[in-house]
């Protein structure tokens, strides 16, 4: 036996060679059964396009007989893709002439073939099925178009009998016989063998449909080509009935990157792609999706984003990047945050931190993180202005030290303030239309004895969406005419205007001091 293999990219070995595989891709059809997914015209155009622009090999595009829209859309999709379009059918006239109107390169018919479906679902017998199979394939054949055969519920049908139906339908002409595991039973060993033993009864080229019910379906229509199927069925973000289908990022990604093997598909593309039937399915992927989720190539851990930033292979698979799918690597910030991420995330958005920036960034990301929030980058660099344009601990005049406020639909907003002013404590509190304003008079309060310093300008930015978004507070003051201003940011807002007015009053004392009027803008500044 000749078993095939990877060298060097990790021990596995095959029977076949799955280097010939094709893609066959039922988003449309399939997909669509997904509970509450109904695509219209124009979305079923243009899945079709961009998966006939990457070079899918057969795109099933639907039920012709099933509406006079679904009729149109297959139509359409087989007169303009120039790859393979599919069109399914029961074992019937009507619906394989439909399939044959519309023009499909493949009418793609199927019946019941196991016990519980042939009784129950079809009230028929295993004659009648075989007798069914066999005027279908030849309707097909004597039109003169490729036909597809798929013994529906092989997985749960008996050997025997399936082996019998795949004879009769390969005897009428099938150009090739579909294996589908319709209820999503089997697994990989078992499909291996069921793939080797049918293709021992009957010589016919073979194509698996599997589903994803136990998160076995990419696995399986793997083993099912590692047996000698020639093609395997698909659908982008695995959507389908129920749990849905195998994956297309998933099966192809393994094909190109476990396998080893160029299957002709642009992959550089699968994350639009999976973006596309995402929007228009409105099926939202979770961000653990394997290789389109958001989360396939983020790192939070200290140790492997430090890993990654070194070398992506570290803690990433290596043998697929995102750059081969179309996606990017990221590098969230959170509680495992650690400072080399903070510093690659900042130096790519043009920053310039020091040391002492980086680590009370990573300090104030850590501590965002760990009250349960998500960090965005945006937040990360709201964090980033206010750190870096705030005045160093040791030159500071004015030092926040607490805030109190206390609000209601009821009561006058009060707040009180402790700043140490010139290594001296002092606390004032003040009221205000609203807790922001009643802390800034709070602290005008204590400036006004020794300083006199009025606020030109005042604005709050929510950074990020949600209601525990950073918010970034900006303040200009002017006082004897040297002017100054500054930027905070907290998920408290109080806390961040006081911050900023703090540190404005910071800036404009040591200009002051200094005797210049200095540059009008903050010291140091991001993009
Ligand atoms: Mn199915």
New binding site residues.
């Given amino acids: 036996m000749t078993l095939y293999s990877n060298p060097g990219k990790g021990i596995v070995f095959w029977e076949h060679d799955v280097s010939s595989a094709r893609i066959f891709d039922?988003t449309l059809r399939?997909g669509e059964?997904s509970p509450g997914t109904s695509f219209s015209h124009d979305d079923k155009i243009r899945i079709a396009d961009k998966l006939d622009e990457m070079g899918v090999h057969v795109i099933e595009a639907g039920f012709p007989i099933n509406s006079d829209e679904e009729f149109q859309a297959v139509e359409e999709i087989a007169d303009r893709c120039s790859t393979d379009v599919c069109g399914l059918a029961r074992v019937n006239e009507a619906d394989l002439d439909a399939a044959m109107d519309a023009e499909v390169d493949l009418v793609h018919t199927f019946v019941s073939s196991s016990e519980i479906q042939i009784e129950k679902s079809l009230d028929s017998s295993r004659e009648e099925v075989l007798e069914l199979t066999r005027d279908a394939v030849e309707h097909v054949k004597d039109h003169g178009f490729d036909c597809m055969f798929s013994p529906m519920d092989a997985t749960r049908t008996e050997f025997s009998y399936l082996a019998d139906i795949v004879q009769e339908a390969a005897d009428a002409g099938a150009d090739i016989v579909n294996i589908?595991d319709?209820v999503g039973v089997i697994r990989p060993t078992a499909m291996h063998r069921l793939i080797s033993a049918l293709k021992d009864e009957v010589d016919v080229p073979y194509d698996v449909?599997t589903?994803d019910d136990f998160g076995l379906a990419a696995a399986n229509a793997l083993a099912g080509l590692e047996a000698g199927a020639v093609q395997c069925?698909v659908s982008v973000n695995g959507i389908?009935?129920r749990a849905g289908?195998a994956a297309l990022e998933e099966v192809v990604m393994s094909l190109e990157s476990i396998y080893d093997v160029d299957t002709g598909i642009d992959t550089t593309e699968i994350y639009d792609l999976s973006k596309t039937v995402e929007r228009l399915s409105g099926i939202p992927l979770p961000q653990n999706k394997p290789i389109v989720g958001s989360n396939a190539f983020s790192h939070e851990s200290g140790i492997h984003a430090a890993g990654v930033i070194e070398d992506s292979s570290t803690f990433e698979p290596g043998i697929m990047t995102p750059e081969m799918v179309g996606h990017e690597r990221r590098l969230v910030m959170g509680k495992h945050t650690g400072r080399h991420s903070v510093r690659e995330t900042l130096e790519e958005a043009g920053y310039s931190p020091t040391d002492d920036d980086v680590a009370e960034i990573t300090k104030r990301v850590k501590s965002m993180g760990g009250k349960g929030k998500r960090v965005s980058d945006n937040d990360v660099h709201a964090i980033a202005e206010s750190v870096m344009s705030s005045v160093p601990a040791s030159e500071k005049t004015v030092d926040m030290k607490e805030v109190n406020v206390s609000t209601g639909n009821d009561r006058t907003p009060m707040a009180s303030v402790k700043v140490d002013v010139d290594g001296e404590e002092k606390v004032d509190a003040g009221v205000g239309v609203g807790p922001v304003d009643a802390a800034m008079t709070a602290v005008r309060s204590i400036m006004g004895e020794d300083y006199d310093v009025e606020i030109t300008d005042f604005h709050i930015d929510a950074i990020s969406g949600g209601s525990d978004a950073v918010a970034n507070v900006y303040v200009g003051v002017e006082s004897d005419g040297y002017e100054a201003n500054a930027n905070a940011s907290s998920e408290d807002i109080t806390v961040a205007s006081v911050e900023a007015l703090v540190d404005a009053v910071n800036h404009v004392v040591r200009k002051k001091a200094r005797g210049d009027d200095g540059p009008k803008t903050k010291e140091t500044t991001g993009p």
Wanted: no cysteine; hydrophobic share 0%; net charge negative.
């Fill in positions: 039922t399939d059964q589908p319709t449909h589903h069925q389908g009935e289908n």
